[in-house]
């Protein structure tokens, strides 16, 4: 089975992000071994591209969340901590004397 997005074919999960947000995933996080200026010209066109999509870093933001409820929902089962119980006054006022 093939799964087409906007007529382009995602075949991994990368194709996936990359088809969300519109860019390679590389633009955001980079690449192994890349040199200073490979760096500086990537962050150059990411900043450029932001402030060309305000709302960018939203969708990726809602992406990210997507994603991580579908493959790893238990991140988002957060539990309260336990609050501690009142101290009564009697209790106080036996440990101060």
Same mark, same amino acid.
């Given at each position: @089975?093939? $799964?087409?997005?906007?007529?382009?074919?995602?075949?991994?999960?990368?194709?996936?992000?990359? !088809?969300?947000?519109? $860019?390679?995933?590389?633009?955001?996080?980079?690449?192994d *071994?890349?040199?200073?200026?490979?760096?500086a010209?990537? !962050?150059?066109?990411?900043? +450029?591209? !932001?402030?060309d999509?305000p *709302? @960018?870093? +939203? +969708?990726?933001?809602?992406?990210?969340a $997507?994603?991580?409820e579908?493959?790893?929902?238990? !991140?988002?089962?957060?539990?309260?901590?336990?609050?501690?119980?009142?101290?009564?006054?009697?209790?106080?006022? *036996?440990?101060?004397?």
């Open positions: @089975m093939r $799964t087409y997005i906007g007529g382009h074919q995602a075949v991994s999960s990368n194709d996936f992000v990359e !088809l969300a947000l519109g $860019t390679p995933v590389e633009l955001w996080l980079g690449v *071994g890349e040199s200073e200026m490979e760096r010209a990537r !962050l150059d066109a990411a900043r +450029d591209i !932001l402030a999509n *709302g @960018m870093a +939203d +969708d990726a933001i809602r992406v990210a $997507t994603a991580i579908e493959y790893a929902p238990e !991140l988002f089962n957060v539990v309260p901590l336990p609050q501690p119980a009142p101290r009564s006054r009697r209790a106080e006022k *036996g440990a101060a004397a």
